[in-house]
């Protein structure tokens, strides 16, 4: 019971924009939308998260539509290093993190 | 952010032994810490929510004999396979939450994931 739904995989150019989407219909109003990413055989990295407003950090932006049932993940310019999968999770403040399947993106030279 | 180590980073065993992993937060106090695993393909599955002081809750389908939790500190969960079988070959992450914004992040309840630890039971 992940509660989002990504696409299984993307291929994305080197030095191009990644834009990765998640749909989460049912997300309550005080869940917030996290991202997380996996290299191969280690943990899971913590990208950025929001709640309504957009987010930029210095990894990646999170662009959230104002219903607040999809968002987009923005690698701005991938690099190799950024083929992983990446997971988004929709979490209360309180709730423990559940993972769904994610998406793969291989970033190609 | 936050650093949350687990050790051993990979561990071969016998079928029928135990092997114990540990999960630590070296810069916050976590009073909640969560395991999880992780087979070949999959996604992570969580296991086990494990309060500090308290029984852990596990996830259905999970033997809380067979995986024994035990959070004695703010800083330290660890996590026994008793008796392991080939089938408990897995990639075991452990995740802490951080409840104050304590950690370098700063940010209030925030959860942390350990490197993992892969496990094979020969």
């Known amino acids: 019971d992940a509660k989002t739904t990504q696409p299984p995989s993307m291929d994305c150019a080197e030095g191009r924009a990644a834009n990765l989407p998640c749909n989460h219909s049912t997300i309550s109003g005080n869940e917030y939308v996290y991202w997380y990413r996996q290299i191969h055989s280690q943990g899971p990295q913590y990208i950025i998260h929001g709640l309504k407003n957009n987010e930029t950090n210095e990894m990646a932006s999170l662009i959230i539509t104002e219903d607040r049932k999809s968002s987009t993940l923005i690698l701005p310019h991938a690099t190799l290093r950024d083929t992983a999968v990446y997971y988004c999770i929709v979490r209360g403040n309180n709730n423990d993190m559940r993972f769904g399947a994610g998406t793969r993106l291989t970033v190609k030279p | 952010g936050a650093v949350v180590s687990q050790h051993p980073s990979r561990v071969i065993c016998k079928s029928g032994t135990s092997v114990k992993i540990e999960c630590r937060s070296l810069d916050f106090q976590a009073t909640t810490m969560f395991w999880y695993r992780q087979f070949p393909k999959q996604s992570l599955m969580l296991m086990a929510t494990?309060?500090?002081?308290?029984?852990?809750?596990?996830e259905q389908g999970v033997e809380k004999d067979k995986f024994l939790i035990n959070h004695a500190s703010l800083t330290l969960s660890t996590l026994t396979v008793t008796s392991a079988h080939p089938e408990d070959s897995s990639f075991y992450i452990c995740?802490?939450?951080?409840?104050?914004?304590?950690?370098?992040?700063?940010?209030?309840?925030?959860?942390?994931f350990g490197p993992g630890t892969r496990l094979t039971v020969l």
């Open positions: 494990s309060n500090e002081g308290s029984k852990a809750t596990y």
């Open positions: 995740s802490a939450r951080d409840p104050t914004g304590t950690s370098k992040s700063g940010s209030y309840n925030e959860q942390f």
